[in-house]
């Protein structure tokens, strides 16, 4: 829902923009690079307040604005505004690169060796979800698109209700057969 969307978006704004508010190629390709951008921030701002004040919090306030941003983004029409549309776009863009951050937040806890092959499938599923969002927006026009991912957002925001934190510490065993006690909080 986040790696995903944020995946098909960035691909898919410039034609959206571009229906709707008839923009220059220029102007169209600045609008999407503004959703990329919010990487350098709030990727980072998610994983690290997730660190913080616990992740399955975090992720849960990340996917439900992201879900309401993204509802909101299905409304968008000429009569919106350029500026209300992109102001719309930036905001729904912080709330997904930050519920991106929270889901890297969770990678070490699942099993700290495997991190890297883990981090790696998280950022590979991403990639499906692009490429199901995009396959989507091949039968539907963009406001549906929208719809869609916020709809599926609004699943991940329900499953991740059922998501159980550790607290204290999590046992783990290595590769030799060490027992390792490991403070995740």
């Known amino acids: 829902a986040c790696f995903g969307s944020e995946i098909a978006v960035v ?36 994983g690290l307040i997730s660190d913080r004040i616990g992740r399955r919090n975090v992720l849960m306030a990340c996917l439900a604005i992201q879900t309401a ?32 951050g929270a889901v890297y937040s969770v990678v070490p806890l699942i099993q700290r060796r495997m991190t890297g092959q883990i981090a790696g499938m998280a950022g590979a599923y ?28 609004a699943l991940a925001f329900a499953a991740a209700h059922f998501l159980d934190e550790p607290r204290g510490h999590i046992v783990e065993v290595d590769e030799d057969g060490n027992v390792q006690m490991i403070a995740v909080s």
């Not at 923009?17 to 980072?44: C, D, H, K, Q, W």
């Not at 983004?73 to 505004?81: E, F, H, K, T």
């Not at 199901?132 to 957002?153: D, E, G, K, N, Q």
């Open 126 to 153: 991403g990639n499906v979800g692009g490429v199901f969002f995009l396959t989507v927006l091949s039968f539907v026009s963009p406001m549906i698109f929208f719809f869609v991912i916020a709809a599926v957002s």
């Open 11 to 46: 691909s898919m704004l410039p034609l959206f923009y571009g229906e709707t508010f008839g923009l220059s190629p220029a102007m169209l390709g600045l609008m999407a690079g503004s959703f990329t951008i919010m990487n350098l921030v709030a990727r980072p701002a998610g």
């Open 69 to 100: 941003g993204y509802a909101l983004l299905s409304q968008v029409n000429v009569g919106w505004g350029v500026a209300l549309a992109v102001a719309v776009t930036l905001c729904t863009s912080v709330f997904v690169q930050a519920a991106c």
